[in-house]
Nanobody
Framework: QVHLVESGGGLVQPGGSLTLSCAAS????????MDWYRQAPGKRRELVAT???????NYADSVKGRFIISRNNANTTVYLHMNSLKPEDTAVYYC???????????????WGQGTQVTVSS
């Protein structure tokens, strides 16, 4: 069983900063990618940032220059450093991972439970 546990969400004023973390635990052979998604009320879930096993990083246009995604050396913990936050960043943020539990397994998708980020004055 694989678990993704998110933390770091909360209330922050516009222009402020917040850092989210996501730790993967359980039976894991290898992780191909770890990502952050977000979903605001009435909106589609959207990809915010991704980092691959090889270190490739991509960001949504809406967060480029403001957010930074990073990971630990084992690629089991991913962070999202959010700066210059705007009210439109308000959403539930979800950690996502694509991984193998054993060498003979195919790749599977796993999701965290989500953490609320609210940007408001």
């Amino acid at each position: 069983q694989v678990h993704l546990v998110e933390s770091g969400g909360g209330l922050v004023q516009p222009g402020g900063s917040l850092t989210l973390s996501c730790a993967a635990s359980g039976s894991i052979f290898s992780i191909s990618a770890m990502d952050w998604y977000r979903q605001a009320p009435g909106k589609r879930r959207e990809l915010v940032a991704t980092i691959t096993r090889g270190g490739s990083i991509n960001y949504a246009d809406s967060v480029k220059g403001r957010f930074i995604i990073s990971r630990n050396n084992a690629n089991t913990t991913v962070y999202l450093h959010m700066n210059s936050l705007k009210p439109e960043d308000t959403a539930v943020y979800y950690c996502h991972s694509v991984l193998k539990q054993t060498i003979d397994d195919p790749l599977y998708d796993y999701w965290g439970q989500g953490t609320q980020v609210t940007v408001s004055s």
